[in-house]
Nanobody, 115 residues
Framework: QVLFVESGGGLVQPGGSLRLSCVAS????????MAWYRQAPGELREWVAS???????FYADSVKGRFTTSRENAKNTVHLQMNDLKPDDTATYHC?????????WGQGTQVTVSS
């Protein structure tokens, strides 16, 4: 069974930083393109960033230059470093493969950006 467990969310002021982590089990993630997604209340889930098995990264325009994703293949873990956070970044953040497997969404981790 594939399982993603996200952590690292919290409440942060605008301009602050957070580092999210996602541990994958039941999948050898080093062969998969891993991605971060987010969903704000009342909104559709949106793609945020991806990292390939060789470390190439891709970002949504809304986070480019502020977010950095990386992976530790030996630990089946991906990270999302989020800097200069804005209120519009408030959402539940999830990791999954890219494209996502709808059967394997985890609980996600809540990020709230507010003063």
């Amino acid at each position: 069974q594939v399982l993603f467990v996200e952590s690292g969310g919290g409440l942060v002021q605008p301009g602050g930083s957070l580092r999210l982590s996602c541990v994958a089990s039941g999948i050898d993630s080093k062969f998969a393109i891993m991605a971060w997604y987010r969903q704000a209340p009342g909104e559709l889930r949106e793609w945020v960033a991806s990292v390939t098995g060789t470390g190439d990264t891709f970002y949504a325009d809304s986070v480019k230059g502020r977010f950095t994703t990386s992976r530790e293949n030996a630990k089946n873990t991906v990270h999302l470093q989020m800097n200069d956070l804005k209120p519009d970044d408030t959402a539940t953040y999830h990791c999954n493969t890219y494209p996502p497997n709808d059967a394997t969404w985890g609980q996600g981790t809540q990020v709230t950006v507010s003063s």
